[in-house]
């Protein structure tokens, strides 16, 4: 499980992390058409190399194409993600939707109305929908499953908004960081709404720098430079380091059940989908029997221990249950990275799992070949065998040694690039 720690002891904005992101060896292309299946024709992305008090580090420059962008909703950003298919990969875009879901909220909660109703100004622009979008694609690409976080500098004093002089940290960004270790860490607004949404919703949880083998880093900036402290964020790589050294060892989750005889069947589908966006590593049903002989299922969901207190409220809001059931697991997982492949004049996504630089499976992506199929016009199962043909092609089979032009750092996380 690749696990990407993220420092912003200095602060975060979008930009920031993004950069940090693509210096650590995110494809500035990938992330480039990732934004452009959002807000296509609309901003133009670019990297530089800067110093900030000394400190070499990597900024992504987000330019817009067109003027006079709009404010937009929470409900028009969610359609501008569900349109992004399939050139936004399902994971980027469930990280995505679960990052606007949290600023909805919080602006929701600040301004006293409906999460539908927010009017996004300085985080519904173009350049923080850029950032919002491309961070996702950044972690998919380089094949990050677990996100953790240092605490969070907020900043001090006052900062001027779209709804007037705001005192730092502003509103919006009290009510992300409600949970997560803050701390001032110097003056002006050194977390912005966007920066903090995509910490506080990405990451499982605040923790110094956790066990890792460190594959990786990169160092992001932003627009400011502040004397003698650097304003960056940094990201490190690696996948977790157990005891006997051994990368891919067990890990603890936590299982939620829940016996249910009375929700509306057709209502299975968004409430999965709803647990998988919420951050579940799975979610699926069991049919039982319960008592007196009534037809039920047993929803189990596969937590993140960070996770878990969000998950139960979801499990409470999506279904008429009265009560949760929890107890800890080990989890042991392959190592996972994901190639495209060429199929059909489209292109499609492969997972392989890996142990021991050799491949025990290479499945295609079937959300990503349904949707290929659609567009083709064509049954599932031929765009998937297609896909399975195209991936052997490629080397990618059960049994076969992982492609010699993989690389460690790699291993095992996306093997796209």
């Known amino acids: 499980m690749r696990t990407a720690w993220l420092d912003v002891s200095a602060g975060v904005a979008g930009d920031m992390l993004l950069g940090a992101l693509v210096d650590a060896g995110a494809s500035l292309d990938a992330v480039r058409t990732a934004v452009d299946a959002v807000v296509p024709g609309t901003v133009r992305l670019t990297r530089e190399q800067v110093t900030r008090a000394g400190m070499r580090a990597t900024r992504v420059v987000v330019s817009p194409l067109a003027a006079d962008q709009p404010h937009r909703t929470w409900a028009t950003v969610r359609a501008l993600l569900d349109r992004a298919s399939p050139a936004l990969p399902e994971r980027a875009r469930e990280r995505a939707s679960a990052v606007f879901t949290r600023l909805a909220e919080a602006e929701a909660r600040v301004h006293g109305i409906a999460p539908d109703d927010v009017h996004f100004h300085e985080v519904g622009a173009w350049d923080s929908i850029a950032d919002v979008v491309g961070v ?129 069947p057709r209502l299975w589908p968004g409430a999965l989908s709803a647990l998988l966006a919420a951050g579940a590593s799975d979610a699926w049903l069991v049919p039982v029997l319960m008592k007196k002989g009534r037809p039920a299922h047993t929803l189990c969901v596969l937590a993140p221990p960070a996770r878990a207190d969000v998950l139960r409220e979801t499990v409470f809001h999506q279904t008429s249950t009265l009560g949760v059931r929890e107890h800890r697991v080990r989890k042991t997982a392959l190592d996972r990275g994901w190639v495209d492949v060429d199929v059909l004049g489209g292109r499609l996504p492969v997972k392989v799992g890996h142990r021991g630089g050799t491949i025990v499976q290479a499945t295609p992506e079937f959300e990503d070949a349904a949707r290929l199929a659609a567009d083709r016009e064509l049954p599932v199962r031929v765009v998937l065998d297609a896909a399975v043909a195209a991936a052997a092609a490629r080397g990618l089979a059960p049994g076969a040694p992982l492609p010699q032009d993989i690389g460690r750092r790699e291993t095992p996380g996306s093997i796209a690039e």
């Open 136 to 264: 996702c694609a950044a972690l998919h690409r380089l094949g990050v499953e677990r996100v953790t976080a240092s605490p969070l500098a907020v900043g001090a004093g006052t900062v001027r908004t779209a709804h007037g002089e705001l005192p730092v940290p502003v509103p919006a960004v009290v009510e992300l960081a409600t949970g997560w270790r803050i701390h001032a860490g110097g003056r002006g607004e050194l977390a912005t709404p966007t920066g903090a949404a995509l910490v506080t919703a990405l990451a499982e949880e605040c923790s110094d720098v956790p066990s890792i083998r460190l594959e990786a880093t990169g160092v992001g900036a932003g627009s400011r430079d502040t004397p003698q402290r650097p304003n960056v964020v940094r990201v490190l790589l690696g996948t977790p380091a157990a005891a006997d050294g051994d990368t891919g060892g067990p890990a603890d989750a936590v299982l939620l059940e829940a016996n249910v005889d009375d929700l509306d």
